[in-house]
């Protein structure tokens, strides 16, 4: 079975219906009766399918197990085509169930060369060696009205920045409140939203759990608990420290990221107009959506690498 996984919004969806109309069945687990039949009986709702695409699987992650039992029934690759909003992998009962059966691809919202059109070869030209600077870079005003869009498709697709800001918002709303219930049980739900905003202030900065979880009165441990939660929904990245043993000094301390730049500067009500008065704040923003667009070239690219950072 093949799982593609990301931030919701990003086209899993509009993809996945495509190859729905090449004679696979659809269903979808944002339907209310399909999700009920799901989390009743997973073994007897897979139990006849075959070509099947199954969206938003995070919803009733039992039935990965009900899958997998079929595909080990009947191993014809291809069988079944997944979508998850939320890394239902993470619990390892799950991944280790699977191993061997599941092949995951990470789906992203628009990479900046999909919007152009062309196909991207920064990495492969950065690691070869042949790397040149473009005489069409994109700086100064057009580049911060780009950092601000982002890259989902219903947010670039909105004519004015107001609309855009309007849509990130609810998107963010949507996130804490409804997909983190899906796969968490959280004790203090009042306090996520909170945090989150507080992460967006200190995105791309080193992480310190306990004063983070201090402000808004909960301790290191929900802290990171909350950060581990955002990065199940893809909505945050955090990445790990480069180090050897001669640069261990240099320190050993996460940073997380938000993935796209678009509802970063919405959860810090970044504006255009803001951003011109204070260039301050793009520092930040910048080094998010530059992360961002490396790590959506990597899940493109025939390279296998690992991002870091060295403080």
């Known amino acids: ?10 086209g899993k969806t509009t993809l996945v219906r ?8 659809y269903i979808t687990l944002d339907d209310q009766t399909a999700l009920a039949a799901a989390r009743s009986d997973p073994v007897g709702f897979v139990r006849g399918l075959d070509r099947a695409v199954v969206d938003e699987i995070q919803r009733a992650p039992d039935l990965l197990l009900a899958i997998k039992k079929t595909v080990d029934e009947d191993y014809r690759p291809g069988r079944f085509l ?9 619990p390892p009962r799950v991944a280790d169930s699977l191993a061997g059966r599941i092949e995951t691809i990470l789906l992203l919202p628009l990479a900046r060369a999909e919007m152009r059109g062309g196909a991207p070869t920064f990495l492969e030209s950065l690691f070869g060696g042949t790397l040149r600077s473009r005489r069409d870079a994109i700086v100064g ?22 609309r855009r800001q309007d849509w990130a918002r609810s998107y963010l709303a949507s996130i804490v409140t409804r997909d983190l219930r899906d796969i968490a049980d959280i004790a203090k739900a009042t306090e996520l939203p909170k945090f989150t905003r507080l992460l967006a202030e200190q995105s791309g900065r080193l992480v ?11 301790d290191h441990k929900t802290a990171r608990r909350y950060v581990g ?30 993935l796209d730049s678009g509802l970063l500067a919405a959860a810090r009500g970044l504006t255009f107009d803001r951003l011109k008065a204070d260039r301050g704040p793009f520092g930040a923003l910048l080094e998010s959506f530059v992360f961002a667009e490396v790590l959506k070239l990597m899940a493109a690219s025939d390279l296998r690498l690992t991002p870091y950072h060295t403080r």
């Not at 495509?18 to 069945?25: I, L, S």
């Open 1 to 10: 079975m093949v799982l593609i996984v990301g931030p919701r919004r990003a």
């Open 18 to 25: 495509k190859m729905g109309e090449a004679g696979r069945t």
């Open 82 to 90: 997944l979508t998850g909003s939320a890394n239902v992998l993470a």
């Open 141 to 162: 005003d057009d580049l911060v009205r780009l950092v601000l869009a982002g890259g989902f498709p219903e947010m670039i697709g909105r004519d004015s920045e107001r």
């Open 208 to 218: 310190n759990y306990a004063r983070r979880g201090e402000a808004i009165g909960i």
């Open 229 to 258: 939660l955002l990065e199940q929904v893809f909505l945050v990245a955090t990445v790990q420290p480069w180090f050897t043993n001669a640069l261990k000094r240099i320190g050993k301390t996460p940073k997380p990221h938000f």
